[in-house]
């Protein structure tokens, strides 16, 4: 089925009219557009399933460094911590921290990973929708409607604005991939599609204004710890979400405000390395150890 849908409102309205969730409007307009089987788009959207799970398993073991040598054992470290020392929040919030480092190491690392919705910000839907697999047990179903309820919101949120820190700092890759996996996480659990879109709502509006300042200009300072933190905020998005308690902003008037945020924002803290954390004392060290 033909759906035209460039706005939280409008996507709702499909839901609403049709009695469908968002992920059966999404998987029909995908096989739609593309002239394939709704099957077909599931498979699809599995074989990333697959790859992520493949990163993670990965990347969880591996104390191999980046060719910079700045970054790629910190997801070790972490797990070593773990097993001696559990986390204040449970075995869920270990799997989703270690899970977001050991997949953004692994793309510093040039090994395959999902860029969902980009490279900088691949370890925050996996690590959720992963993470929250394993510990509540869900079927291969669960996991396609997860990430097709993610990608979702990417899609809309991408209507209004290129998803690259070049554009519009990091809130447009970091921000929307903790969007994405708070959509994901209310779907997981049950929530209706306004919570879903609620959560995503409520996951970037408190990260507006996030810069893009990569340390010598690669995807490593300050992008894989951040990968971590924006993976568990997304949870937060999603409590709140669940809980009934909504964004007094709009979800498309939050996306309205992001963009203009962009459009606000310095060039020197859009991926040029140019400011922020870049021209640091010690950024300015790294950028000249690594030739930059």
Do not use: W
């Not at 990608?151 to 820190?165: E, L, N, Q």
């Amino acid at each position: 089925m033909e759906y035209s849908i460039n706005t939280f409102e409008k996507l709702l309205e499909e839901c609403r009219i049709n009695n469908k969730k968002i992920y059966e409007i999404m998987q029909e307009k995908e096989a739609y557009d593309l002239e394939i089987t709704v099957e077909t788009v599931r498979e699809k959207v599995y074989k990333n399933i697959l790859a992520m799970k493949a990163a993670i398993k990965n990347g969880i073991n591996s104390k191999e460094k980046s060719y910079s040598g700045l970054c790629g054992d910190d997801c070790y470290k972490l797990k070593e911590k773990y097993s001696k020392v559990p986390s204040l929040f449970g075995k869920l919030y270990e799997k989703i921290t270690m899970y977001s480092l050991a997949t953004t190491e692994e793309n510093l690392r040039m090994n395959k990973i999902v860029a969902c919705p980009t490279a900088g910000s691949c370890g925050i839907v996996p690590a959720v929708i992963i993470a929250l697999s394993e510990e509540k047990e869900l079927t291969k179903d669960d996991e396609i409607n997860a990430l097709i309820t993610a990608g979702t919101i990417g899609f809309v949120v991408s209507s209004k604005v290129a998803m690259a820190g070049a554009v519009a700092g990091c809130q447009a890759e970091c921000g929307v991939a903790s969007m994405m996996a708070a959509a994901s996480v209310v779907q997981i659990l049950g929530g209706n599609e306004f919570q879903i879109v609620n959560a995503a709502a409520l996951a970037i509006k408190n990260l507006l204004g996030l810069t893009c300042d990569p340390v010598a200009g690669l995807v490593e300072i300050p992008c894989v710890k951040r990968n971590a933190f924006l993976a568990v905020h997304a949870i937060t998005a999603a409590e709140l979400a669940l809980a009934d308690i909504e964004s007094k902003i709009p979800p498309d008037e939050v996306i309205d405000a992001m963009v203009q945020t962009g459009q606000l924002m310095s060039p020197l803290l859009k991926e040029t390395s140019k400011g922020g954390l870049s021209l640091t004392k010690s950024g300015i060290l790294l950028n000249e150890r690594l030739g930059k």
